[in-house]
């Protein structure tokens, strides 16, 4: 039995999402026999740290900072085991641009896209570029924050009069955003743990005939199949997919690809998380259960994979 | 303990009505806004710490020493005689007579809202409101599954002809409003306040239709300037017009204390109400009420309140001035706690408050005030709850960030970004910014050429 220090919180937008999948983490290692304790990520969470002397971190935290390598930076330092992905890893999936050109380069199929910061549209002129861009991807385009991890500051622009306003919108969570081609179809998500894929999670937007971008986000208005019903192969294409970019990025323990299958039969790959929800209604969970493997074994296993990558250098 | 955060455990036992409807990046953003290094101009409080400690001290004294045992035991559901008569003495401060029998002590004027709501309301009934309204009305309603129709304002107010409109249209679908939820004195989150005329239409349009209505008025005696206006429940005298008020404005909203005045036959369920949610409201809390108020003093607390926020309004307006681009416009209110500003609407105040929070400086996004989605461009700043620097780097702040996006949007609309003023210095022509509350249709005449 191991002393845990579960990081959560912190002051990332998706502070919230963090502080329950952080909640139930601990539940879970105390349930396993565990020391917990519980740091909410904040100024002093160095000083925490050395007070409680872990053996281990397990990062519950989401978005900025959690996820984008800085607390895993932190932790190298600071000489603590910690859980999923490493630094390196977390800062390739977490700005969604330079994964998405990892994936080109590497033949991951992922829907066409274009990047700025706003630099280029300040100082270098690329406003006098969107005409060019919006007649490449079609509409609508789907514009994005570049380090965003949850669906907050995502805009979808179904004319050209709408891309100023959705890319105002994306500039106010990062300086980066992306102009990306709309892939119209099956919302999937692939969870890997330890290398091996689990069950696809199918998000379902509910409502009939309207389809509505925002009803994918909002909770309560999507619902979630697991094990996805899909057409002969896709599963399996999926599992590839998201495998090839699960390592293409580095990660590490366990991540979530999200991915797109189209009204043709293709699978896009649009991100992938390094620390996806572990709330009660989050996927990865979901889908471990799905494979037969509950919270507390999940929680288990990441907490152990901690320890395997100081084995295995 | 472990299992009680376990959700699924629980999610099908949960109602209906328990699925509120704010939006979940609303919900996210505002959780992050109480932490210490952000300036909020979010909260709607009361700056308590202008309250007097030795006061305070006297007050709590006073109880232990007379009415030890009584503050400790339980309470008439409708409230003690004694706070009914502090009661009166706050409305008569603003020319209402009342019956101490049409009076029920509650829980904060929050507690009104909810049993006028439980009252009246079956799922899918209509509810008047204001657009905005007061954003914590807005899960109140939403927990009662009413069917909330918002009625536009402009500088006076509601739209009272609207409302007729709106009325005359609900009728021909055969449905009657259960009641008008209004608060007409310096309104939250607008600012604005209801003119004589539209106040007087207004009684006379309930009366006509034998419509309910809730006037909400928290900030009546928080005035800075014109003349007192009578509340719609004065010109009424209590037949139609329900009427909500606090203590929690002019003393503390701590003690949580409010009150309600209703027609008979009304307060009768609304006693039954309150009996089945807390029994009676605290009776520690009504002696305090009853020492304080036997000071003889109140008047002269709410007098310093008035001036220290009046002074903090001005500092708010002022900040706008300098600080905010031309394309803002916001109201400027002659009493109460809030300033609501209007943007341009290519940007999304909700979006912004994430950029904000990077500056740490929080507002209230304008879908708050709203049920239907409306109000995305707009946001409400208090100005009540914070000192005066406070007050101006957050405006400043806020500032910066609208003028960034006002100019990226005209970047990339190719547009001639028009020049904010300039930075750091006031603006050219002190107060031109200074719009009353543009209606819709002013919107629109204005965006057409």
């Not at chain 1, 892939?183 to 696809?200: F, K, N, Y």
């Not at chain 2, 009166?88 to 509650?106: S, Y």
Request: glycine share 10%.
């Amino acid at each position: 039995m191991s002393r845990v220090a579960v990081l959560k919180g912190g002051r990332s937008l998706e502070r919230q999402v963090s502080l329950r999948s952080g909640a139930r983490v601990q539940d879970a290692l105390e349930r396993l026999g565990h020391e917990v304790v519980a740091i909410d990520a904040g100024t002093d969470l160095i000083r925490l740290l050395w007070d409680a002397a872990p053996e281990v971190a397990f990062v519950a935290m989401h978005g900025r900072d959690g996820e984008d390598g800085t607390v895993q930076e932190l932790l190298e330092i600071l000489g603590i085991p910690y859980t999923g992905s490493g630094v390196l890893a977390c800062i390739r999936a977490m700005d969604k641009v330079l994964a998405k050109h990892l994936m080109l380069e590497t033949g991951i199929p992922t829907p066409e896209f274009f990047a700025f910061n706003e630099t280029a549209f300040r100082q270098l002129g690329a406003a006098d570029a969107l005409q060019a861009i919006e007649e490449r991807l079609d509409f609508p385009i789907v514009v994005k924050p570049a380090g965003q991890g949850s669906a907050l500051g995502i805009k979808f622009a179904a004319a050209a009069a709408d891309v100023p306003g959705a890319l105002v919108a994306a500039f106010s969570y990062d300086d980066k955003v992306l102009l990306e081609r709309h892939v119209a179809g099956r919302d999937l998500a692939v969870s890997i743990l330890d290398g091996e894929p689990l069950p696809v999670v199918e998000a379902v937007p509910q409502g009939e005939d309207f389809y509505d971008f925002e009803s994918r986000y909002e909770i309560g208005r999507t619902s979630f199949v697991c094990p996805a019903e899909l057409p002969a192969g896709a599963g399996e294409r999926a599992h590839e997919l998201a495998l090839r970019t699960y390592r293409l990025l580095g990660c590490y323990g366990f991540a979530r690809v999200d991915l797109m299958l189209d009204e043709g039969g293709e699978l896009y790959v649009l991100e992938a998380n390094p620390i996806p929800g572990l709330t009660e209604t989050s996927l990865l969970p979901q889908a471990a259960e799905a494979a037969g493997t509950g919270f507390d074994e999940l929680v288990g296993r990441i907490l152990d994979l901690a320890f395997s990558r100081l084995a295995t250098p | 303990m472990s299992i009680t955060r376990d959700i699924e455990r629980y999610a099908g036992l949960f109602a209906a009505r328990t699925k509120v409807m704010t939006s979940s990046t609303m919900r996210d953003l505002m959780a992050i806004t109480a932490r210490p290094e952000v300036i909020s101009l979010a909260g709607g409080l009361p700056d308590t710490s202008t309250f007097p400690p030795d006061t305070f001290a006297a007050v709590t004294q006073r109880i232990a020493t007379e009415s030890c045992a009584k503050a400790l035991q339980y309470g008439p559901t409708d409230g003690l005689e004694g706070t009914k008569d502090c009661i009166a003495q706050v409305m008569g401060a603003e020319d209402m007579q009342v019956d101490p029998e049409d009076m029920v002590v509650t829980s904060g004027g929050q507690q009104v809202i909810d049993l006028v709501a439980k009252t009246l309301i079956d799922p899918g009934d209509v509810v008047i409101a204001e657009g905005p309204t007061y954003p914590g009305a807005v899960p109140t309603f939403s927990s009662y599954q009413a069917d909330v129709v918002q009625i536009d304002m402009d500088a006076d107010g509601m739209r009272v002809d609207l409302l007729e409109a709106q009325l005359e249209r609900l009728e021909r679908e055969g449905r009657r409003p259960k009641f008008i939820y209004t608060v007409p004195t310096f309104q939250n989150p607008a600012g604005v306040t209801m003119s004589a005329p539209r106040r007087r239409r207004l009684v006379e349009v309930a009366h006509e239709r034998e419509l309910l209505v809730l006037e909400d008025n928290p900030y009546g005696l928080l005035r800075y300037e014109g003349d007192r206006l009578p509340p719609i429940y004065a010109l009424d005298g209590g037949v139609y017009v329900m009427y909500l008020g606090t203590f929690s404005k002019i003393l503390s909203p701590g003690i949580r204390l409010g009150w309600a005045m209703d027609p008979p036959p009304v307060l009768e369920r609304i006693n039954l109400g309150k009996q089945a949610a807390d029994l009676c409201t605290s009776t520690l809390s009504q002696l305090m009420v009853q020492a304080y108020f036997a000071q003889g003093r109140w008047r002269d607390y709410v007098e310093s309140l008035t001036e220290l926020y009046r002074d903090r309004r001005d500092t708010m307006l002022d900040a706008l001035a300098e600080h905010f681009p031309p394309q803002a416009e916001w109201t400027r209110p002659g009493g109460g706690l809030f300033i609501w500003v209007t943007l341009p609407d290519f940007i999304d105040t909700t979006d912004l408050l994430a950029r904000a929070l990077r500056e740490n400086v929080a507002f209230v996004p304008g879908e708050a005030a709203y049920l239907d989605g409306r109000g995305r461009s707009s946001m409400r700043l208090n100005f009540s709850g914070c000192a005066d620097d406070e007050l101006r780097e957050g405006i400043r702040r806020i500032g910066e960030v609208i003028t960034e996006q006002v100019a990226l949007y005209g970047t990339l609309t190719g547009e001639e970004s028009r020049r904010p003023a300039a930075a750091g210095g006031p603006s050219e022509v002190p107060g031109a910014q200074v719009l009353p509350m543009p209606s819709r249709a002013e919107r629109e005449r204005r965006a057409t050429p």
